[in-house]
C-alpha cells in the first residue's frame, strides 16, 4: 500500500512537470498575467486586456507565417519589410494611382505572395541559404517601399482604414483578424497536405524527398504563404495607423520569429503549432504592455524581452531532453481532447488567481490624475534625450509622477504606448510623434477618454490636442539656408543630408531649407542623401559623397548628429574651406561651433520644450486654459554668440 501511495505520488508529480514541459509558453503567459495582475492595477481592465490583443495582432498575424517556414526548417528575416511594401503598394495604388480599393488591397496581397514566391525561388532553385535569401528581399522590400512613397507617408483609404476599429464599439477589428488567421494557420497545419509537408520536410528534408514529395514546389508554396501573412500584417498595421509608412514594422521579423519561438516551435524543424505562436505573441505584447503600465526604462524593456526570448529556447531545450511530447500539430491526434483541457485548466487558474490579486488594487484609485505620460518618438537622440531631462526636472518640481517611454521611432511602437497611457487612465499624455498622422488614431482614442494630451516638436494630425509645444522646423530650414549663403557669399556648391525618410521634422526642415535658398540662385545643391538623422551614418554618407563631390564648398545636416559625422568625414576641411550649418543646437553641436569646426547651429531649446509640455499638461488636466500653439523660438547660433547662449 505505501509503495502504491508512493508511486502514484510521483506519477502526479511527473504529470504536473511534464504538462508544464509541454506547455511551457502557456505557463509563462499565465504566470505573466498573475504576475503583471499583481504588479499594476491598471493591468487587468477590459480596456487594457484589449489593447494586448491588438498590440499582438500584427507580430502574431506575421508570426503565423513564419511558423510555417520555421516548421519547414527555414527562415524568413524579410516579413517586416514585406508587410511595410504591401501596405505601401495598397496605399499608393488607391490614392496616387486612383485604382478602386479592392483592386488596390488585391495588389498588396499579390506583392505580398509574389515577395514570397521570390524567396521560394532563391531558396530551393538558386540554393541560397534561407537566411541570405530573406535578408536580401528585407533590403529590396524597405527599399521599394521608400521608392514607391517618397520617403513619406501615405494616407490610407478610409474604407480600409475601418480595419484598424472596432465592432460594436468594443471589440477590435484586428484581434477579430488576428483570430481569424490562426484558426486559417491552425487548418493548414493539421488538416492540408501542405501541411503535413511542412513537418516532413523540417523533419528530415532528404527523406521527404526520398518518399516522393516535391520539396522544392512546396518551398515555394511555404514561402509564398508566410508573403501571404505579411501582406495582411501590413494591411492591418497601416489600418490602425490610418497611414502606410515606409519605415512601418522594422524590426517586426525578430518579434515575429520570437513568438514562433517562445510558442515552443523548434528552428531545427519538424515541430509548432498555431496555438502556441499565438501564445508566443501575447506573451511579448504583456511583457511590452506591463513594462510599460510599471514605468520601466525603455532600454531595459528590451533586456527583459531578450532575457525572455533566450529562456524560452533554454525551456525547449529541458523539454527535449526531458522527453516531453513534440509540439507537432496535427501528429497527436488522441491528445487533443488533453490538450483543449488543458487550456480550460489554465484559464480557470488564471482567472482565479488573478481576481484574488485584483483585490489588492481594488481601492488604489487615487493620485492618477498627478500622473503623466510622455511619450518620446526616439531616446537614441540627445535633442529628445534633452526634451525627457526637460520634462523630468519639471514633474520632480511639480511633484509628478511622470512615465517616458521609447517609441524608437516606430509609429506602431508608439501608437501601443499611448494606448497603454490610455489604459491607465493618466491625467495628461505629452506625444512627440514618429509621424503626426499615424499618432492620429491613438490621440483619438485619449480624446474618447477625456484625457488631455500636449504635442511636443511635432503636431498630430486628425485629433484634438490641448495644445502643440513646437519650435517651427520650417523657419529653421529657412534660418540655416540664410546662414549657409551668407557665409559663403551666395554662391558654391553644397550637400545636403536629411534625416530619416518619412518623419514630418526631415521634411520640414528640409522644405524651409529649400525654400530659403531660392534666394540665392548662385548656390547649387550638388547631392542629397539621407544618414537617419544619425551620426555614425553621417560620417559614412558624407565620406561616400566626397568621393563624388570632393570640392564641395558647403555642407546642410537636418541635426546636429549628422553634422558632426560629416565633420569627421571632412577633417581639416570642416570649418575652414568648407562650412557645416546643423539642426538643434545639442551640447555636442554647440562646442563643434565654439571649436570652429561647425559654422552654425539651428538651435532650439530641448530642455524647454519639455519643460514647457509638462507644464502645460498638467494646467490641461486641472482644467485651465492654455494656448493651442505655444512656440519657442529657433536661434542661429555660431561662434560670435554660442557663449551668450542659453540653451
Known sequence: MATDTLKSRLGASGGLRRLLLDNGALTALVVLVIAMSALSGDFLTA???LNVGVQAAVTAILAFGVTFVIVSAGIDLSVGS?????????????????????????????????????NGFLVSYGKL?????????????????LVISQGSPIAFPDSVSHLGDTLGGWLPVPV???????????????????????????????????????????????????????????IVLAARLSSAQPQAAQGYELDAIAAVVIGGASLAGG????????????????????????????????????????????????????????????????????QAATYVLAAVVAVAVVGATSLLHGQDSTGKERKIGLSLSTLNNPFFVQIRAGAEQEAEKRGVDLTVTDAQNDASQQANQLQ???SEGLGAIVVNPVDSDAAGPSVRSANKADIPVIAVDRGVGKADTAALVASDNVEGGRLGARAL???????????ILQGQAGTSASRERGAGFAEGL????????????????????????????????????????????????????????????????????????????????????????????????????LRAADGKRVEELVKVPVKVVTKENVAGFGG
Open 129 to 145: 541559404p534561407p537566411f541570405i535569401a530573406t535578408l536580401a528581399m528585407l533590403s529590396v522590400g524597405r527599399g521599394l517601399s
Open 518 to 617: 531660392r534666394a540665392y540662385p548662385g548656390i547649387e545643391v550638388v547631392a542629397k542623401q539621407p544618414a537617419d538623422f544619425d551620426r555614425t551614418k553621417g560620417l559614412d554618407v558624407m565620406t561616400n559623397l566626397l568621393q563624388a563631390h570632393p570640392d564641395i564648398d558647403g555642407v546642410f545636416a537636418e541635426n546636429d548628429e549628422m553634422a558632426l559625422g560629416a565633420i569627421k568625414a571632412l577633417g581639416t576641411k570642416a570649418g575652414r574651406s568648407v562650412q557645416v550649418v546643423g539642426f538643434d543646437g545639442t551640447p555636442d553641436g554647440l562646442k563643434a561651433v565654439e571649436a570652429g569646426t561647425l559654422y552654425a547651429s539651428v538651435a532650439q531649446v530641448p530642455k524647454e520644450l519639455g519643460r514647457i509640455a509638462v507644464d502645460n499638461a
Open 271 to 338: 515541430t509548432g503549432k498555431a496555438s502556441g505562436t499565438l501564445i508566443g505573441a501575447l506573451i511579448l505584447a504583456v511583457l511590452r504592455n506591463g513594462l510599460n503600465l510599471l514605468s520601466v526604462s525603455a532600454f531595459w524593456q528590451q533586456v527583459v524581452i531578450g532575457v525572455v526570448i533566450a529562456l524560452a529556447v533554454l525551456l525547449d531545450t529541458v523539454r527535449r531532453k526531458a522527453g516531453a511530447t513534440p509540439v507537432a500539430a496535427g501528429t497527436a491526434q488522441g491528445g487533443k481532447g488533453r
Open 485 to 495: 549663403a551668407e557665409k559663403l557669399g551666395g554662391k558654391g556648391t553644397i550637400v
Open 47 to 49: 480596456d487594457n486586456l
Open 420 to 422: 497603454n497611457f490610455t
Open 82 to 118: 514585406v508587410a511595410a511594401l504591401s501596405a505601401t503598394v495598397l496605399a499608393w495604388s488607391a490614392t496616387e494611382a486612383g485604382v478602386p480599393v479592392a483592386l488596390a488591397v488585391v495588389l498588396a496581397v499579390v506583392t505580398g505572395v509574389g515577395c514570397g514566391l521570390v
Open 176 to 234: 477579430l483578424v488576428m483570430v481569424v488567421m490562426e484558426l486559417i494557420t491552425a487548418l493548414v497545419l493539421g488538416r492540408t497536405y501542405i501541411g503535413r509537408s511542412m513537418y516532413a520536410i523540417g523533419g528530415n528534408e532528404e527523406a521527404a524527398r526520398l518518399s516522393g514529395l516535391r520539396v522544392k514546389r512546396q518551398k515555394l508554396a511555404i514561402y509564398a504563404l508566410s508573403g501571404l501573412f505579411a501582406a495582411a500584417a501590413g
